[in-house]
């Protein structure tokens, strides 16, 4: 028998280069993610990558695997789909904190708690990168560089993981672009872990954050963790001064599946939602016995 070839992390890439800013930590979150890939041998075919809309959330083009482009804040919805449909592909979701926070933000919270098994990688830039620079739900409040908020917004910032843990979610760790290496190891481990994983990654925007290259001398290993005890898990994350790397939280919880013999294919799906077989033509016909 012919032995299968073993895929390397530029197999798992597109031939399309990105079109991001010179110098934007999405280079190394797009490298990770194949590093990851590679590293768990996962069939390209078996993978599908899912985003919203932002400079993240471009990554499905950039990759060899299924992908799907999705519409902003929707990705989480989308995936969540996909994984009740194929509960047997590697269920990957991007995007930015603008697109996952601000208008995803109330997916983000019933992904978290429903666990299907998705891994969501947030690439964090505090910022809209894509839209210019606008101020996202996770910028500091007396940030007052963009043009549309020239006093700050005033208003305290998302805590992402903060927030991920009260949610439910079983899986909460942070990275960072600027160690890409590290990030593979999470990314390995949240790929693997059962269930809903979130990865808040550090990735810099170059353009519309410039300051944010001191994150290099910022960010720090987390200390405190990591832990399978949610009362521990708050303390150390609402603790956190929010660049502490690693993984903060995991704890083996059930996960949603498919029910027993639920439709699978298109046609049994379409099937579940016809109403009428034979639609009635008159109106007096189409209205309800009560009348409603
Ligand atoms: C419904 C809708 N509203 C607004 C937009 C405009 N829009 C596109 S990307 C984006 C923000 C992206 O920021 P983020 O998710 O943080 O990603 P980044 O570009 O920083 O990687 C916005 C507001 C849109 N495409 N669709
Ligand atoms: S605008 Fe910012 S987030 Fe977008 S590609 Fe450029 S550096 Fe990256």
Known sequence: ????????????????????????????????????LAYLQLPKEQVAVVSGIGCSSRVPAYLDSYGFHGIHGRALPIASGLKAARPDLTVLVTGGDG???SIGGNHFLHACRRNMD????????????MTKGQASPTTQ???????????????PRFLPAAIALAAGASFIARGFSGDPNDLTRLLVDAITHPGFSFV?????????????KDWKHRVHPCRLGPTDDPAHAAELIQRDDGMA??????????????KPGAPTTLAEIEAEFLLYFNP?????A??????G
């Open 141 to 155: 409040p007396d940030w007052a560089a963009s043009k549309l908020t020239p006093h700050g917004t005033g208003v």
């Open 1 to 36: 028998m012919e032995a299968l070839a073993t895929l390397r992390a530029k197999d798992y890439k597109s031939a399309l280069n990105p079109v991001w800013c010179p110098g934007c930590g999405h280079f190394a979150v797009l490298s990770a993610m194949t590093k990851a």
């Open 286 to 291: 189409r209205r309800s016995p009560a009348g």
């Open 99 to 101: 697109d996952g926070f």
């Open 118 to 129: 998705l891994t969501y990688i947030v690439m964090d830039n505090e910022v809209y990168g």
């Open 245 to 258: 790397l690693g993984l903060l939280y995991a704890q083996q919880l059930p996960t949603w599946q498919p």
């Open 280 to 284: 009635p033509t008159t109106p007096s």
């Open 200 to 212: 808040q990654v550090l990735s810099p925007c170059q353009t519309f954050r410039p300051e944010q």
